[in-house]
């Protein structure tokens, strides 16, 4: 389970990073915007940069945050299905 992604952010979603490090998404389709905390902006912003796999990710969640890999993989895995639910990250290869 920790090959996947090939997930990567709607290209109508804008993320707006604040200075405490949490974010706020805005999916211009629906017009919602969505908070993200400080590790999903760390995840979304790999995924914008070219993250290819949960394992990549979750050495970027264990390079910033005093965390172990097995507890950045699971958190990785949650964080790209909720994501992936509210539509805010398409598979990659879909149209926008």
């Known amino acids: 389970m920790t090959q996947?992604?090939?997930?990567?952010?709607h290209p109508k979603c804008l993320l707006t990073e604040l200075?405490?490090?949490?974010?706020?998404?805005?999916n211009l389709q629906t017009k919602f915007y969505?908070?993200?905390?400080?590790?999903?902006?760390?995840?979304?912003?790999?995924?914008?940069?070219g993250a290819s796999t949960?394992?990549?990710?979750a050495r970027?969640?264990?390079a910033q945050?005093?965390?172990e890999e097995p507890h950045?993989?699971?958190?990785?895995?949650?964080?790209l299905r909720e994501l992936e639910h509210e539509g805010l990250l398409v598979r990659a290869g879909e149209a926008g």
Request: glycine share 6%.
């Open 72 to 79: 950045a993989l699971a958190d990785v895995a949650l964080v």
């Open 34 to 49: 969505h908070t993200l905390n400080t590790s999903a902006v760390v995840l979304w912003k790999a995924l914008e940069g």
């Open 54 to 57: 949960e394992q990549e990710l």
């Open 60 to 62: 970027k969640l264990v």
């Open 65 to 67: 945050f005093e965390v």
């Open 19 to 26: 200075e405490d490090g949490t974010g706020v998404v805005l």
């Open 4 to 9: 996947a992604p090939s997930l990567k952010p």
